[in-house]
């Protein structure tokens, strides 16, 4: 293991001198040279690789190689500054005039207006600051509104690629479900600039995940000041949810500062039904769960700059959560002429504590004028959960007589994850192309335990056949290589390769198993454009991905939900591997069509099985099919008036799956239909209106057959107080249309139909307040660790 990670950080060289030039000018208002200007270059991909900010008499020298660029240049009361350029030699721009803006806004905001969307070579930009319906919200909810994504049952997706990965300012943070959420829920909407939705990530980011990948980059500005952001908002559905944000930043010479505190609390209503179709009679469960929402997270994130070209940093994370819950539940039971015969009435409440630690620390330096760079990310993550249940469930006869008592016990669990990583990146510009390349090693640690008590006596009795422990370890190591191109103004390629080599072993004490899975395996990934004139742009991409299986799904202790269904892990599952492809135009950047095919081989998934002998049901996990999904997308961006901007998009999704394990079921394939359409009207300088649709057609993909869903929203905004006071309602999913229903699937001969409803229907009254003296400039930074962190729960 020793030799192995040498060999990964020997294969970091710093080499290769390339000439370079200089590239100067000044900037200045009408009257004055302006000091503290933000300049920034991008490449021709839009990435930006160089800044700085001007001097006191306004003046800023950057070394380039040469090509094409683009530069920018921002400053606190002035409108944005944008100009392509080629640099063959050194080059003097000359003065730089910034036009004053006609208002003195000290909140940070785009001063000149964006296109909701924009599409460029490798990835669709989405803009927020258009938005009705996210302000007041937070991160999650502004993922949830961007073109082609849904999030819905704890999951990113990005239609039809499955589960997606998430960024902030390219840096992974990869956390999953409720994790993932709360992290995102503690980001303030206000305070992103944009989300970047990329369909095939490069090399230089973990392999896991079969979706793309969602990078938020946050709002930024000027040095020397600092600004303060609180936003309030109240949530009602059938319960109500109040939550409060507070991100504070602090900029001045070379350190920055940023803070936040983050709670929430209230409750929130979880619907359930779930219909099993027997040969003696139909079994039909409905269950109403109160999930207690109760929140409280925080930051800390501290950067220094040693120098121009050495920046070291500090960051911290804490989150904790309280998600109890009380659960009625209850199971009719039919009999063939669809009469009542019996039911089961299950009372429950579930004690649950949640929390996890994040520290990260971070270096970053240039180490010449030719724009190499190396960073370097140590991290330690530790997650820890406590379940206590308690549950009654008793006999019933048809006309409502007590029998006896089902099932009555305790169920105790914890679970403890510890994770250490350590990377490196570097990126390596040549004179012929761009070279990025780096390595992570990462060591993992999870111990869980649960204990079940009998207390149908009312004396509690230990359960062994119940109880267990389960013990894993995950080591990774990776490193990757990626080469960009730019052969002429019309084409650009880039190549790259991500090596990943994995141990696991798990091992049961109740069970006295271990399991022990070693593997290696590559991940290439290949981008191809060309624009063949100003309105019409190709592009082709390819990338191969892989997707772990999560840390519970592997532990094989059985959990019983009630007397007649339990659910088990499967320490043998796989990893699935998927190899994407997808082929796109963009006409007048304006209207994008894409074509996407995915091909999935050892897919995982939950299967519902039911026995008719027994009429029990078990949840498992299986390594059970292979298959194709596969789509056609378009996208449309208009403005009807000069009040009236529309976003549009309408994607034709199928699926052909086979089954590889006989699971005595008959794979589905069919059509989707998905259609969304955001509309934003102004109706007047400081007031907004936005009516949102969106609609998905029934469709069926391998084992499932799942029922239509569509949401309408209505959303309103007013400014206030030259824009430092922000008031929004929005009533989403008016018609409580948007949740799961007529989930069908048929194992063993036995219909089963599931639906689930998570209280999408609420109004949000929200206010945001910003104060300060300028725009700030803080650097958002994720943690190195956050693939582990993705599979924590």
Known sequence: MKKANLLIFLLLPLFCLAQSFKLKGKIASETTP?????????????????????????????????????????????????????????????????????????????????????????????????????????????????????????????????????????????????????????????????????????????????????????????????KNTTTVSYDQSKYGIFTLRNNFFYNKNKFRLSASVNGKTGYRNIDEALDMYFVEGPSKMNARTKLNEQNLSGKLALDYD????????????????NPDFDSDIRINKYNTQNELESYIVNESFLDKKTGNQTYNLHLITKLDSL??????????????????????????????????????????????????????????????????????????????????FN?????????????????????????????????????????????????????????????????????????????????NSFSLNYGRRIRRPSFSLLNPFRIYISSNSYSEGNPFL????????????????????????????DGYGVIFTANPETMTQVITRENYFKGLNFGIGETYSVNFADWW????????????????????????????????????????????????????????????????????NIGFKQDLLNKTMQIAFLVNDIFNTSYLKNDVSIVNGVKQVYSQNESNRFVRLSVVYNFGNKKINVKERAFGNQDEKKRAN
């Open 455 to 535: 207390t149908i006596t009312g004396t509690p009795e230990l359960d062994t056949n119940q109880s267990n422990q389960f013990k894993y370890t995950e080591n990774n190591q990776a490193i990757y290589i990626s080469a960009a191109k730019k052969i002429n103004e019309k084409w650009n390629f880039q190549a790259g390769l991500r090596l990943e080599n994995t141990q696991t072993n798990g091992f049961s004490k109740n069970m006295n198993q271990e399991t022990i899975n070693n593997y290696f395996k590559l991940f290439p990934t290949f981008y191809a454009s060309y624009d063949k004139n100003e309105n």
């Open 574 to 601: 796989k990893p699935s591997f998927s190899d994407n492809f997808e082929f796109s135009h963009s006409y007048k950047k304006i209207l994008r069509t894409s074509f996407f095919l995915n091909s999935i081989t």
């Open 306 to 321: 040693f120098s121009e070209k050495t920046t070291i940093g500090f960051q911290f994370l804490k989150d904790k959560s």
């Open 371 to 452: 724009n190499r760079k190396l960073s370097f990310d140590a991290d330690y993550f530790t997650y820890n959960s406590k379940f206590d249940r308690n549950f009654i469930a008793n006999n019933y006869t048809s006309d409502g007589t007590f029998v006896d008592v089902n099932q009555s016990g305790r169920n105790i669990s914890n679970q403890n994850i510890d994770n250490l990583s350590f990377k490196a990146d570097m990126e390596h510009p040549f004179q012929a192309l761009n070279l990025s390349y780096g390595a992570k090693v990462s060591f993992t640690k999870s111990n869980s335990d649960a204990v079940f």
């Open 34 to 226: 302006l000091e503290w200007a933000d300049v920034s270059i991008s490449n021709s991909e839009g990435k930006i690789i160089d800044g700085t900010t001007s001097k006191q008499d306004g003046s800023f020298e950057i070394n380039l190689k040469n090509g094409s660029y683009k530069i920018a240049i921002s400053l606190s009361e002035f409108a944005d500054y944008e100009k392509e350029f080629k640099i063959e030699n050194d080059t003097d721009l000359g003065t730089i005039i910034l036009k004053q803006n006609t208002t003195n806004l000290s909140e940070v905001v785009i001063q000149t207006k964006k296109k909701t969307i924009e599409q460029k070579t490798d990835r669709l930009v989405y803009n927020l600051e258009n938005n009705v319906t996210t302000v007041g919200g937070d991160a999650l909810s502004a993922i949830n509104t961007a073109p082609g994504v849904v999030v819905q049952n704890n999951a990113i997706n990005i239609l039809g690629k499955g589960t997606s990965r998430v960024m902030i300012d390219g840096r992974m943070i990869e956390l999953t479900g409720e994790e993932l959420n709360n992290f995102l829920k503690s980001i303030s909407a206000s305070d992103i600039k944009n989300i970047e939705i990329i369909s095939n990530p490069p090399s230089k980011y973990e392999a896991e995940g079969t979706g793309g990948l969602i990078n938020i980059i946050m709002k930024k500005g000027a040095r020397d000041s600092w």
């Open 645 to 712: 901007e529309s976003e549009n998009s309408l994607c034709f999704l199928g699926s052909k799956i086979k089954f590889i394990k006989d699971i005595n079921a008959t794979p589905a394939n069919g059509l989707q239909v998905d259609f969304s359409t955001n509309n934003t009207f102004s109706l007047g300088k400081a007031s907004k209106l936005q009516i949102d649709f969106n609609y998905t057609t029934p469709y069926k993909s391998g084992l499932y057959d799942t029922g239509y869903t569509s949401s309408l």
